[in-house]
């Protein structure tokens, strides 16, 4: 089901277009990043922001291999990037682009270097050299965010995709990201996909003080990737964690649930329980880095190295979300004798053992003169694809 999102009012040409587009009817591709985060962020190709104009323009062609999706495209979308800069709200921007599609003649898998070698003979120049607005928005909940920058295709100009790989040629001649009358910079990342072998970590809430605290809250720290083992020849997920500023020496626990309560659970002196007991699946123990350490790892560290959870890989694995907190065993901090860090919302890295079915060429500063750019294969930003 198609959700429908209030973007940004877009200007072309000057003219003001609506860009409040009900129940828009596409597709994302990558597929699987439809409701997960890439793991990276860029500028490129729209919002690099340079005191030269010749430094802000940029020549980006990806090769997308959508297989059996035919289509009438009329225009594509993008998303900021949701973990990079994600309390800062996104400024109002202009974008001078032209757009054009084709047929490749290439894969993402055999795409060149040079850019007229990806496209086919159906290229069509599908948004004429404009600028496209933005007006700024807020930071928005969720992750991911919204496809909030689209481009629409010009009036009446739909682009007919018979399957197989596409070609989307861009070419942005300029933007307003740097300010001239203010020395200024403005900032947009968008997400971007490649395959990643390190997951992704979010922070929340607030630690507590142990009893022998009164400058630093217990805090925790974890970190997600996926290795190969060559001596199991299988895939496996590691996982590990640290914690800090809880009693020296003493005992901690490592909760990994599934769920966050709907509202944080207060124990006593501002010590709080967020994720859901109920759901928990993994209790890690830690042991202090020294007996006078207040440092903690989960699993704990032996003959100086640290020691990781590590399960079969599996493709269901890929992405997988769930939410973590230490707790500090501490007689004597409050009633409980425990104290209690902030939560991390995990999310397992979306590693493939194969590239991910899109690449892409970029050269920058006087882009347009310029045959070849730089290849970058198995990634790309996620794309919205609007069809009829």
Same mark, same amino acid.
Request: proline share 12%.
């Given at each position: 089901m198609n959700r429908a999102f209030r973007f940004p009012a877009a200007a072309v040409a000057g003219a003001c277009l609506s860009c409040v587009l009900p129940a828009q009817k596409g597709f994302v591709f990558p597929r699987e990043f439809a409701g997960l985060e890439? /793991?990276?962020?860029?500028?490129?190709p729209f919002f690099q922001a340079n005191i030269s104009k010749a430094f802000r323009t940029s020549h980006e062609q990806t090769v997308y291999d959508l297989g059996k999706t035919p289509g009438k495209i009329y225009g594509i979308a993008f998303r900021r990037d949701g973990i990079w800069g994600r309390n800062i709200g996104t400024p109002s921007c202009w974008v001078e682009v032209e757009i054009a599609c084709s047929t490749a003649a290439t894969t993402s898998g055999t795409m060149s270097r040079t850019f007229a070698s990806n496209e086919g003979k159906d290229r069509t120049v599908v948004l004429a050299k404009k600028k496209i607005r933005f007006n700024a928005f807020p930071v928005l909940p969720g992750i991911p965010q919204p496809f909030s920058f689209v481009f629409p295709f010009d009036q009446n100009r739909v682009f007919g995709f018979g399957g197989g790989s596409l070609c989307v040629d861009i070419k942005v001649t300029d933007n307003d990201l740097y300010d001239e009358s203010t020395k200024s910079y403005k900032y947009v990342y968008l997400d971007l996909v490649y395959n990643n072998n390190i997951g992704v970590h979010l922070d929340g809430g607030h630690g507590c003080y142990g009893s022998a605290q009164s400058i630093f809250p217990f805090y925790s720290h974890p970190f997600s990737s996926a290795r190969f083992n060559y001596l199991k020849l299988r895939w496996e997920l590691a996982y590990s964690a640290s914690g800090g500023n809880g009693r020296p020496g003493g005992t901690a626990l490592h909760l990994m649930s599934t769920a966050l309560l709907p509202r944080p659970r207060e124990l006593t002196r501002a010590c709080r329980l967020y !994720? &859901? /007991? &109920?759901? !928990?699946f993994w209790v890690l123990p830690g042991a202090a880095y020294s007996p006078t350490s207040t440092l903690y790892y989960f699993p704990p560290w032996t003959v100086s190295r640290r020691e990781v959870l590590s399960v079969p890989w599996e493709k269901r694995l890929r992405g997988l979300k769930f939410y973590t907190q230490s707790i500090n065993l501490d007689p004597g901090a409050n009633p409980w004798n425990l104290v209690t860090g902030n939560?991390?919302? !995990?999310t397992l890295p979306m590693y493939s053992e194969e590239k991910f079915p899109l690449s892409y060429v970029l050269a920058t500063g006087y882009s347009f003169n310029h045959r070849t750019g730089y290849l970058i294969t198995g990634a790309g930003l996620v794309t919205k694809f609007l069809t009829l």
């Open positions: 890439g /793991p990276y962020w860029t500028y490129y !994720v &859901d /007991p &109920d759901k !928990v939560y991390s919302e !995990v």
